[in-house]
């Protein structure tokens, strides 16, 4: 069984990531609370996917600070922690729920059984308001399916 899940609250401050003495992330900061979604968004090379990677624990910090409910990111906090990038790692092929299925069974503990497995799947389509897409096959530039961008069914 899952542990019941608490809101978290995301606060970053100060950020700062340097590439070879490059200044890629500097001073950034921002917070997201409980209920709230975070759009990170800019022109190619602003450095997004490195400020993704920070807040996900992925990449390390040069300086600043990044909390979970007060305390700093730790081992505890990134084992919980990812994001997807949109482009090439979806199975063009495969519907929505097919996708979240497959991710909860890699991803979601072994000694979770599948039952549990499949009613966080169930939970996380309800609570994106996904649930009339979970049938919509993901598509590709070829065959059209989910939206890239607002989540949209296109039937």
Known sequence: MLEPSRPLQLVFQDICVSVQKRPIL?????????????????????????LLDCLSGQRAIDSGTIRLN????SKKWRRRICYV??????????????????????????????????????????VLELTPCQHTK???????????????CWR
Not at 138 to 152: K, M, V
């Open 26 to 50: 500097k001073d950034v900061s921002g917070i997201v609370r409980p209920g709230q979604v975070l759009a990170v968004m800019g022109p190619s090379g602003c450095g997004k996917t490195t």
């Open 70 to 73: 007060r305390e700093r990111l």
């Open 85 to 126: 990038l949109q482009q090439d790692i979806f199975f063009a092929g495969l519907t929505l729920r097919e996708t979240l299925e497959y991710t909860a069974m890699l991803r979601l503990p072994d000694k979770l059984p599948r039952t549990e497995k499949m009613r966080c799947v169930d939970h996380i389509l309800e």
């Open 138 to 152: 993901i598509g590709d530039y070829l065959n059209r399916g989910l939206s890239g961008g607002p989540a949209r």
